[in-house]
């Protein structure tokens, strides 16, 4: 059973920098691509990045290139995204997700992530 969890994310002014994690477990993590996005109450989930199976290429969305970066560790089945400074355009909730065949899957419960002036 695919499984991710996040973790970390919490409240920081803007400029500041945070990081969530993302622990896997039910499924060959080194050998999918897998991403981060981002909801904002009321609207749609939002891709911000990705990340292939060895982890050596990565996608950005514009309006986070440059602050976000993305990364995986296949021994521990971890991937994480650092985001530098942070704005409040970046408060919501991100969400980590496997890509198999043509979908996304794996949600999880999501890790807050707040930006206050």
């Known amino acids: 059973q695919v499984q991710l969890v996040e973790s970390g994310g919490g409240l920081v002014q803007a400029g500041g920098s945070l990081r969530v994690s993302c622990e896997a477990s039910?499924?060959?993590?080194?050998?999918?691509?897998v991403g981060w996005f981002r909801q904002v109450p009321g609207e749609a989930r939002e891709f911000v990045a990705g990340?292939?199976?060895?982890?050596?290429?990565?996608y950005y969305i514009d309006s986070v290139k440059g602050r976000f970066t993305i990364s995986r560790d296949n021994t521990n089945n971890t991937m994480w995204l650092q985001m530098n400074n942070l704005t409040c355009e970046d408060t919501a909730v991100y969400y980590c997700?496997?890509?198999?065949?043509?979908?996304?899957?794996?949600w999880g419960q999501g890790a807050q992530v707040t930006v206050s002036l």
């Open positions: 997700a496997v890509h198999r065949g043509i979908r996304y899957d794996g």
């Open positions: 039910g499924f060959a993590f080194s050998t999918f691509y």
């Open positions: 990340i292939n199976a060895d982890g050596k290429r990565s």
